[in-house]
């Protein structure tokens, strides 16, 4: 496609679904001849694609669309795309009057509106992409925006889109639709076109990825998927996100420990450490059959990483509910928690049913007693690593240091001169802390090693 004297940029919050999304977008504006320009205020087209997980997420991304207003003003002919979770699936009617500036308006995961439109008043219609929704894509094609293309080592694929399950917290499945599989001949067609275009890593998406498949028509499991992933040349590593508690069988367990290049990591949330909390969520386990579910993993794949996600503050949570959470977090000693404070999120279950009763101080106090524990423990657990010689895939040089991640994606900071992104190599560990970590690259021959 001829390139057309047209910029985008493309605005991206939230989770690794969204980045995923960003990129197959940009890849696709490029299809249509678009350039990318890294600053905003220079571009044709402007794609804001959003989060509104919590409330400070939804701030975040009405308080950039207002900023950008102004460049609307300036240059009418200024296509603003509002894309993501502030749109859902359900229609923008109600956003849409809100917002007489914004342009158009795209459900997550979802090219297809800001296509259309483009395509109608541009004389480049490329066939494939007009009708293109949810980023289907054919074998061969160039899914990388330039500006990436020979850089990106690591890259998320979407394998489960939207959300059946209904935690009374979450809005996603709200904004992101039903469950859907992707085809599995989909996803091995864009880890393959990823891997042609440099990428060495792909991280597996799905709000609840173990329900990969559940829907498909020949059955095919998440197993199966990494089964065949393990066997595109050149991803040398394989990891997904996020787990569900109720959904992780020990099939995939087994693919983890067999499968050379899925990587020893696991997300698991749990949300609360108290059953009863855990019910009002919906969440469908107790913390009892959480805690066997850890001892499982940990049994099946030693040495493995995993992080979980608590809320704190949810409807109703008192002060020895919360110690349950703290408790279980001090005995589990995972690796990463993601911690959050209970944001009442319009239209879900515990918004319309469970008074936010929790003070907001009382939220920041509970928090930051699991943050600073959750350091204590990652602190010890990452100062084991002291000393060890791990395999790193380096992925970017930030600061004068290269940037990678070890097995159990604890990242890591190597100083060297040398170019070092995308390779797997060899390094001593010379720092610990709780968050990362620094070391020595290795290397016993001129020529970096390679490890498999
Ligand atoms: N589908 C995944 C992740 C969902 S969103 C899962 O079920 O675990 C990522 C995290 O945001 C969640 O794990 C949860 O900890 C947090 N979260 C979701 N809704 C929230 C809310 N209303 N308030 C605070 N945190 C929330």
Redesign the pocket.
């Given at each position: 496609m001829d390139k057309l004297d047209k910029k985008y940029h493309i605005w991206t919050a939230g989770?690794q679904m969204n980045v995923a999304d960003s990129r197959r977008l940009g890849s696709s504006l490029e299809h249509l001849g678009y350039q990318y320009t890294e600053k905003a205020k220079d571009a044709d087209v402007l794609v804001l694609n959003t989060c509104v997980?919590?409330?400070s997420a939804e701030d975040k991304a009405l308080g950039y669309l207002h900023s950008i207003r102004p460049l609307k003003e300036k240059n009418p002919n200024l296509v603003i795309n509002l894309m993501g979770c502030l749109v859902g699936v359900r229609g923008a009617e109600k956003l849409r009057k809100k917002l007489p500036f914004v342009d158009v308006f795209s459900p997550p995961s979802d090219s297809g509106p800001l296509i259309a439109y483009l395509s109608q008043d541009a004389d480049y219609i490329a066939e494939a992409n007009a009708t293109q929704s949810r980023f289907a894509l054919m074998d061969g094609e160039i899914i990388i925006p330039e500006h990436e293309r020979g850089k990106l080592v690591s890259a998320f694929i979407p394998i489960v889109y939207g959300?059946s399950?209904a935690?009374t917290?979450?809005?996603?499945p709200y904004r992101r639709g039903i469950e859907e599989s992707r085809p599995l001949e989909e996803i091995l067609v864009e880890a393959r076109s990823l891997a042609r275009q440099g990428v060495k890593e792909i991280t597996l998406l799905?709000?609840?990825v173990d329900r990969y498949g559940k829907d498909l028509e020949n059955g095919e499991n998440l197993a199966d998927l990494l089964r065949l992933l393990n066997e595109v040349e050149g991803i040398e590593r394989i990891r997904f996100?996020?787990?569900?508690p109720n959904y992780f069988d020990v099939e995939v367990m087994h693919a983890v420990a067999e499968l050379e290049k899925v990587m020893p990591h696991f997300?698991?949330?749990i949300?609360a450490g108290d059953d009863e909390v855990l019910e009002n969520m919906h969440r469908g386990y107790t913390q009892a059959d959480y805690r066997a579910l850890i001892a499982k993993i940990r049994e099946e794949v030693p040495n493995c990483s995993i992080a979980t996600?608590?809320?704190v503050g949810?409807p109703g949570e008192t002060d020895e509910q919360f110690e349950r959470s703290y408790q279980l977090l001090g005995d589990l000693k995972m690796d990463v928690a993601?911690?959050?404070?209970?944001?009442?999120?319009k239209g879900?279950v515990?918004?319309r049913r469970m008074p936010d009763d929790v003070p907001d101080a009382v939220k920041r106090k509970r928090f930051h007693r699991l943050e600073s524990l959750q350091k204590t423990i990652a602190s010890e657990i990452n100062a084991r690593l002291l000393g060890e010689t791990v395999p790193v895939l380096f992925e970017a040089k930030v600061k004068g240091r290269w940037r990678g991640r070890t097995p159990t994606n604890k990242l890591v900071f190597v100083e060297a001169d040398d170019d070092l992104r995308g390779l797997i190599l060899p390094v001593r560990i010379t720092w610990t802390g709780p968050w990362s970590m620094q070391a020595q690259l290795l290397k016993s021959s001129p020529e970096p090693i390679v490890l498999k």
């Open positions: 989770c997980v919590r409330q959300c399950h935690c917290y979450c809005i996603i799905g709000q609840i996100l996020t787990s569900h997300e698991v949330p949300q996600d608590i809320i949810f993601h911690l959050a404070r209970y944001s009442p999120r879900t515990s918004q």
